[in-house]
């Protein structure tokens, strides 16, 4: 069987694309990779892209130079968990602070690893996660 390496990109959705974007900008340091009206694409580093699409702005085909890109969507609040060092845990929730932005909650798993979890402007549930929440991870 072929296999699979890894996730490559993430999707979520927002009433604010801009806004959003800023969120992503200043809490993480992101680098925008490319973005418009309708989208905005971040270097998550590892290879990894966070993308974040304007709610609605995916309902319709996209063409392309290279192909057509079916229509996708998201709806509700979703959930994505970024991957930090441990010893960057205590920072993290400082830095959390001084952005103003509450952590709804923090679990220490039963495999060492810990967990931070706070809400982005569109109410989507995002985790910062250290080594030792999955036998893989």
């Known amino acids: 069987m072929p296999k699979v390496i890894r996730v490559l990109e993430t ?4 009433k604010d694309v801009e806004s959003s974007a800023r969120f992503y900008e200043t809490l993480f340091g992101f680098p925008r990779m490319d973005s418009n009206e309708r989208y905005c694409a971040f270097d998550v580093g590892g290879g990894t892209v966070l993308l974040l699409f ?7 085909a996209v063409t392309t130079v290279g192909g057509v890109i079916p229509p996708h ?4 609040d979703l ?6 060092r441990a010893e960057d845990f205590p920072g993290w929730e400082k830095r959390l602070g001084e952005e103003g932005i509450p ?3 923090r679990v220490r798993w ?6 931070l979890y706070f809400r982005d402007p569109d109410h989507h ?6 080594p030792g929440i999955w036998p893989s991870y």
Do not use: D, N, W, Y
């Open 110 to 115: 039963g495999r060492g690893g810990q967990s």
């Open 73 to 76: 969507g998201g709806r509700g």
């Open 103 to 105: 952590i709804e909650s």
């Open 11 to 14: 999707c979520l959705h927002a």
């Open 54 to 60: 304007r709610e609605g702005g995916t309902t319709e």
């Open 79 to 84: 959930h994505l968990a970024f991957s930090i």
């Open 125 to 130: 549930l995002v985790e910062l996660a250290t």
